[in-house]
């Protein structure tokens, strides 16, 4: 069964630091893998996913994250944080049956600090 | 944006009173699911269909059951509320296998209810 590990639920840096949220999975069968961000009193956004293909992906507003099976991980970065990323993240694991179910992790809120 | 609406968007509500979510989409997807979101446990999935009439339940459907008579309309209903069921609910869907198929699902904008 997949299943998603968030190493930290709360995250603070500063404004221009990088920006480094963790993501390990579990998953029987080569993992689809997304990360969705929440921002306050919404739903949630997909930010990044990866499939198959180049392990290196990019998302929107200059996040990416790597996929490394040797470590079953899939963590999220981007270089210079902006006040407007504070937000909350989730990494989340395709089941891969036939109705695509996802399975989340259980958040990490990330603050940016001036 | 995907076209997916939920209401109500909040409603709080007494213990033992029914409540009925639903979930409207503009996109004619086959797969719907709701989740809930609770601090500390990030989504989890409640129940989910994969077409008219047809559903199945996720990993924490006890005290909720869903129906789904029309491709564009799922429906959330809490039989009997309780105080454990205070939560953010959420709407998505997915289109399924296919050309250009990725596995994301897409999701509303939530509801937020309260039970006393």
């Known amino acids: 069964a997949q299943s998603v590990t968030q190493l930290g639920s709360h995250v603070s840096v500063s404004e221009g630091a990088l920006v480094l949220l963790r993501c390990n999975y579990s998953?029987?069968?080569?993992?689809?893998l997304f990360w969705y961000v929440q921002y306050p009193n919404q739903g949630l956004q997909l930010l990044l996913k990866?499939?198959?293909?180049?392990?290196l992906v990019k998302g929107i507003n200059g996040f990416e994250a790597e996929f490394k099976k040797s470590e079953t991980s899939f963590h999220l970065t981007k270089p210079s944080a902006h006040m407007s990323d504070a937000a909350e993240y989730f990494c989340?694991?395709?089941?891969?049956?036939?109705?695509?179910?996802?399975?989340f992790g259980t958040g990490t809120r990330l603050q940016v600090f001036p | 944006d995907a076209g997916i609406t939920q209401s109500p968007r909040h409603k709080v509500t007494e213990t033992g009173t029914p409540v009925t979510l639903r979930c409207h989409q503009t996109?004619?997807?086959?797969?719907m699911y709701w989740y809930r979101q609770d601090p500390g446990h990030g989504l989890r999935l409640i129940h989910y269909?994969?077409?008219?009439?047809?559903?199945d339940k996720g990993e924490v459907s006890d005290g909720y059951s869903v129906s789904r008579s029309k491709t564009e309309d799922f429906l959330l209903t809490l039989e009997s509320a309780t105080s454990s069921q205070t939560s953010v609910y959420f709407c998505?869907?997915?289109?399924?296998?296919?050309?250009?198929?990725?596995?994301?699902?897409?999701f509303g904008e939530g509801s937020s209810l309260t039970v006393l």
């Open positions: 998953s029987s069968v080569p993992p689809y």
């Open positions: 990866y499939t198959t293909g180049a392990t």
């Open positions: 996109e004619n997807h086959r797969y």
């Open positions: 269909s994969y077409g008219v009439k047809d559903t």
């Open positions: 998505a869907i997915s289109a399924g296998r296919g050309q250009g198929y990725t596995g994301e699902l897409f």
């Open positions: 989340a694991v395709s089941d891969q049956s036939s109705t695509d179910k996802l399975i």
